[in-house]
Structures are given as structure tokens and as C-alpha cells.
């Protein structure tokens, strides 16, 4: 059975680089953007392709079943059992649809949902000062900032409630990020064990 880790933040908090460097440094670990899986999906231009393009050049969020089904998709064909996702669940509908699937099968478990907190002016100044692409600039960034908190409370009661909700403080180096995330998974895995 896959071992799922979510990791959600503000847009610029971190949460895509750190996922990253701890799947480089842990060979039994995989690790997927959201953004990342929507962004190849769009690169293949497909009508599905385009249709995730739409959503995302405007800072929107993509459909519902679309990514629930993109994401499902990833983690079933990943090729080591821990699995760590960032980006998601960006919106109440993703986290109870998620949810539901994840209580329909038995192939993936959800371990932890760990939440990356920076202040909004941190986050501001992390996306403006990247400009990656054309969706880095202050009325995007707002809209994202904006899409990301409205429904950031029910998602973090949620998780909560079933004791899958945890915080690290994003506003240190990476490095200390990195290490207290690495802690946090390895002791949830050993708990679970």
C-alpha cells in the first residue's frame, strides 16, 4: 500500500522545493506537484491539456474531477511506496472528493497533511521575486493568495479531526525546513509501523 503525504502551503512557501529535496535524498520516496502534473498534461497539449491551461493562465483552479483523476492517476504508477504531493487539496471539493476516493481503495493511504505556514507578505515577496512565468505577477498572485485561504480553515479543521494535521513555520531556511519535515514523516511512518 502507497504511504500518502500531503503537503499544502501558500503559493511561495516552499512547499514544492522541500517535497523535492526530500524525495532526492530518500530513494523509497516519490514526490508530485499538482501543478507539476497539470503543467505536463498541458505541455502534451491534449484536449485535456488545454482544457487545464484555461483554468490555470487566469490563477483559476482546474475542475474538480480532472485533477482528482490526474493525481489517483500518478500515485497508483508511482514507483516507491511513500509518496509525498504538494499543491493539493487546494479547495473543500478536492478534499472531500479526494477523500471519498481515498476510503473507496485500498491502494493508497493518506499519512499526513502537512501544512507550510509563511505570511502573506513572505509569500508575496517569494512569487514576485521568482518570476517563473507569466502567472508570477501581483493581480495573479493576489487571485491565487485569495483561492488558497477562503477555504485554508475547513481544510485544516478537517484533517484535524482526523488527526492528519500538522504544521511546520515555512518562514525558517530551507534547510531547517527540509530536516524538521523529514523528522515528521519518519516518525509518523514509525508510529505507524
Do not use: C, W
Amino acid at each position: 500500500m502507497k504511504k500518502l503525504f500531503l503537503i499544502i502551503g501558500a503559493p511561495g512557501s516552499g512547499k514544492t522545493t522541500d517535497a523535492s529535496i526530500i524525495a532526492k535524498q530518500n530513494d523509497d520516496t516519490t514526490h508530485y506537484s499538482t501543478g507539476d502534473l497539470l503543467r505536463e498534461e498541458v505541455a502534451k497539449q491534449s484536449e485535456l491539456g488545454k482544457l487545464i491551461d484555461s483554468f490555470i493562465s487566469k490563477g483559476n483552479l482546474v475542475p474538480l474531477n480532472v485533477v482528482v483523476d490526474t493525481i489517483v492517476s500518478a500515485l497508483k504508477q508511482a514507483p516507491t511506496q511513500i509518496v509525498i504531493i504538494d499543491g493539493y487539496p487546494r479547495s473543500v471539493e478536492q478534499m472531500l472528493e479526494f477523500d471519498k476516493v481515498l476510503n473507496s481503495q485500498n491502494d493508497v493511504k493518506l499519512e499526513a497533511v502537512i501544512e507550510i505556514k509563511v505570511s502573506e507578505e513572505t509569500a508575496r515577496n517569494r512569487v514576485l521575486g521568482r518570476s517563473r512565468g507569466e502567472d508570477d505577477n501581483e493581480e495573479v498572485f493576489n487571485n491565487r493568495m485569495k483561492v488558497y485561504i477562503e477555504p485554508l480553515k475547513e481544510i485544516q479543521d478537517f484533517y484535524a479531526k482526523k488527526n492528519l494535521h500538522f504544521e511546520i513555520n515555512g518562514e525558517r531556511s530551507i534547510e531547517e525546513i527540509v530536516a524538521q519535515m523529514q523528522d515528521l514523516i519518519k516518525q509518523i511512518l514509525e508510529k505507524k509501523a
